[in-house]
């Protein structure tokens, strides 16, 4: 049995990391049917990342167990050099699963974006777990990732450190990505693919149930909200007044019930739960209810998604599960990502830009796609095999590593 070690998001409090696990998972089963997964993360609650890593079927080592970054690297030198494992207990198995990993694949969905990793610390810690592999010899890919914008001169440095000398496959998931490798300079072999996300599988609950029932009286239509788009807007308060205007157009013209859909839940400020509070607060009137999201699986809400008639995602893996499951959507975008899951399926037009004048004019790009859903849902059935190739093409790439004469014993 092949052990892959995962880095990258938790399990918990965003729905984007299980999308990516899951996805991942399945579609390396196609060429990979025995492994066994372990997920280094940090979560924001211990408890809650072990009880979804048993649904998702991994096994869990918090990042804090191998924190410390002069006492890790010393503890690698130990271990590597010397063949004892040192360190307090944790650390040593954390450490013993980096070296008996068959191949670590790191699936942080955004790479080497100056506004997301903006300080040269973090920016330095980003490849630690690289460092460590490539230490025991452990191969290393970077899977599914969008790469950029980096201009910042430090920033590119360390992309190319990191991506040319520890790195030995690099799976971009969009071409303007590629375009970004190409411009820092990277070596590696890289292939662009789409995100495995699009491979998640969907799953029944009994709101999306409830929410089948409802659709033979009025039209459902979500929007899934973003303390990205809330921040990265001309203010707050023009995304939520936005926000609130299109509900109240999506009731009036469409006598639609609305869903409004947070994808991710922190104890601070960047919290789509707070947002969509926000707004639930000022539409008391309107047709439309939050979501509880919060403890779903990212199956089950893709499977809320698929009963939708319609979405408006300014998150992106609401977009991924719309796109996949022939939902027509409209995208509110902050970063090329977007525009490019969309173009993956020849849905480019669909596209309201937050960093743009624009957002007043939601409400009309959304008639425009009402007026078009029927023959949007014929293109995302026709695309959708194509980019679920493409995902197995990534994978088997991949799986050729782990059958390659330089893999770690």
Same mark, same amino acid.
Not at 191 to 216: H, N, Q, Y
């Given at each position: 049995?092949?052990?892959?070690?995962?880095?990258?998001? =938790?399990?918990? =409090?965003?729905?984007?990391?299980?999308?990516?696990?899951?996805?991942?998972?399945?579609?390396?089963?196609?060429?990979?049917?025995?492994?066994?997964?372990?997920?280094?993360?940090?979560?924001?609650?211990?408890?809650?990342?072990?009880?979804?890593?048993? +649904?998702?079927?991994?096994?869990?080592?918090?990042?804090?167990?191998?924190?410390?970054?002069?006492?890790?690297?010393?503890?690698?030198?130990?271990?590597?050099?010397?063949?004892?494992?040192?360190?307090?207990?944790?650390?040593?198995?954390?450490?013993?699963? %980096?070296?008996?990993?068959?191949?670590?694949?790191?699936?942080?969905?955004?790479?080497?974006?100056?506004?997301?990793?903006?300080?040269?610390?973090? +920016?330095?810690?980003?490849?630690?777990?690289?460092?460590? =592999?490539?230490?025991?010899?452990?191969?290393?890919?970077?899977?599914?990732?969008?790469?950029?914008?980096?201009?910042?001169?430090?920033?590119?440095?360390?992309? +190319?450190?990191?991506?040319?000398?520890?790195?030995?496959?690099?799976?971009?998931?969009?071409?303007?990505?590629?375009?970004?490798?190409?411009?820092?300079?990277?070596?590696?072999?890289?292939?662009?693919?789409?995100?495995?996300?699009?491979?998640?599988?969907?799953?029944?609950?009994?709101?999306?149930?409830?929410?089948?029932?409802?659709?033979?009286?009025?039209?459902?239509?979500?929007?899934?909200?973003?303390?990205?788009?809330?921040?990265?807007?001309?203010?707050?308060?023009?995304?939520?007044?936005?926000?609130?205007?299109? %509900?109240?157009?999506?009731?009036?013209?469409?006598?639609?019930?609305?869903?409004?859909?947070?994808?991710?839940?922190?104890?601070?400020?960047?919290?789509?739960?707070?947002?969509?509070?926000?707004?639930?607060?000022?539409?008391?009137?309107?047709?439309?209810?939050?979501?509880?999201?919060?403890?779903?699986?990212?199956?089950?809400?893709?499977?809320?998604?698929?009963?939708?008639?319609?979405?408006?995602?300014?998150?992106?893996?609401?977009?991924?599960?719309?796109?996949?499951?022939?939902?027509?959507?409209?995208?509110?975008?902050?970063?090329?990502?977007?525009?490019?899951?969309? +173009?993956?399926?020849?849905?480019?037009?669909?596209?309201?830009?937050?960093?743009?004048?624009?957002?007043?004019?939601?409400?009309?790009?959304?008639?425009?796609?009402?007026?078009?859903r029927d023959q949007i849902r014929k293109e995302l059935a026709t695309e959708l095999p194509i980019v679920l190739r493409g995902i197995e093409a990534g994978a088997k790439r991949v799986s050729e590593i782990l059958t390659a004469s330089v893999i770690h014993e």
């Open positions: 049995m092949k052990k892959f070690l995962i880095t990258g998001a =938790a399990l918990s =409090a965003n729905l984007g990391g299980p999308s990516l696990q899951a996805g991942m998972q399945k579609v390396l089963s196609k060429f990979i049917p025995e492994a066994d997964y372990t997920l280094v993360c940090s979560p924001q609650k211990i408890a809650d990342e072990e009880e979804l890593a048993r +649904r998702y079927n991994v096994k869990f080592i918090p990042s804090k167990h191998l924190a410390g970054k002069m006492r890790l690297l010393a503890c690698a030198f130990v271990a590597k050099f010397l063949g004892r494992l040192i360190g307090p207990k944790q650390m040593k198995d954390g450490f013993q699963a %980096i070296k008996d990993a068959d191949i670590l694949i790191d699936t942080w969905g955004i790479a080497f974006n100056d506004t997301l990793e903006k300080t040269f610390r973090g +920016r330095l810690t980003r490849g630690r777990y690289w460092f460590l =592999a490539k230490m025991f010899g452990t191969p290393v890919v970077k899977y599914t990732s969008a790469f950029g914008p980096c201009e910042a001169w430090s920033h590119r440095l360390l992309a +190319r450190i990191y991506l040319n000398y520890f790195c030995d496959l690099i799976i971009a998931r969009d071409m303007e990505s590629g375009e970004v490798l190409k411009d820092i300079g990277v070596s590696t072999p890289y292939m662009v693919c789409p995100d495995t996300a699009f491979f998640l599988g969907v799953m029944e609950t009994e709101k999306s149930r409830e929410i089948a029932i409802l659709r033979k009286q009025k039209p459902v239509i979500g929007i899934s909200v973003s303390h990205q788009s809330y921040f990265r807007a001309s203010s707050p308060e023009v995304y939520v007044s936005m926000m609130v205007d299109l %509900i109240h157009h999506l009731n009036k013209k469409y006598s639609a019930h609305v869903l409004i859909l947070p994808n991710e839940f922190t104890d601070g400020e960047f919290d789509d739960g707070a947002v969509a509070q926000e707004i639930y607060n000022l539409v008391p009137d309107a047709d439309c209810e939050v979501i509880q999201t919060r403890n779903l699986m990212a199956e089950e809400f893709k499977g809320i998604v698929k009963e939708c008639d319609a979405i408006v995602a300014a998150r992106y893996h609401t977009l991924i599960a719309s796109l996949s499951t022939g939902v027509p959507v409209l995208a509110i975008a902050w970063h090329h990502k977007y525009r490019e899951a969309l +173009r993956l399926f020849k849905q480019q037009r669909w596209i309201v830009d937050i960093l743009g004048e624009n957002l007043t004019e939601l409400p009309t790009a959304f008639d425009d796609l009402w007026e078009c």
